[in-house]
């Protein structure tokens, strides 16, 4: 059973940064496709970022890019999202996720792309 606890998260001024992780279960970062989602209240979840099991590609929402990197640590069992210069419209639920396949397609990531989800971790960004 896969399992993933996020963490990190809270409340931080605009411009400034967070680091939240994503405590995963034994083997999990180096056998799954690893994502962060998040969820803007009474929004549909969307995605942010994403990493294959090997740790060799990533991909970004153009929202995000350039402002956040997705790594991983194989041996901590975790993932990383390193969140820099965060703006207001940051603010949501971050999710992680867990999925056999690196969504590698030119269409943004669906959350039915993956199989195994976090609890959240909520981050606010005050302007």
């Known amino acids: 059973q896969v399992q993933l606890v996020e963490s990190g998260g809270g409340l931080v001024q605009s411009g400034g940064s967070l680091r939240l992780s994503c405590a995963a279960s034994?083997?999990?970062?180096?056998?799954?496709?690893m994502g962060w989602f998040r969820q803007f209240s009474g929004k549909e979840r969307e995605f942010v970022a994403a990493i294959s099991w090997s740790g060799g590609y990533t991909r970004y929402a153009d929202s995000v890019k350039g402002r956040f990197t997705c790594s991983r640590d194989g041996a901590k069992n975790t993932v990383y999202l390193q969140m820099n210069s965060l703006k207001p419209e940051d603010t949501a639920v971050y999710y992680c996720a867990a999925g056999d396949i690196y969504p590698s397609g030119t269409a943004s990531p669906a959350p039915s792309d993956f199989d195994y989800w976090g609890q959240g971790t909520q981050v606010t960004v005050s302007s």
């Open positions: 034994e083997r999990t970062v180096v056998s799954y496709a």
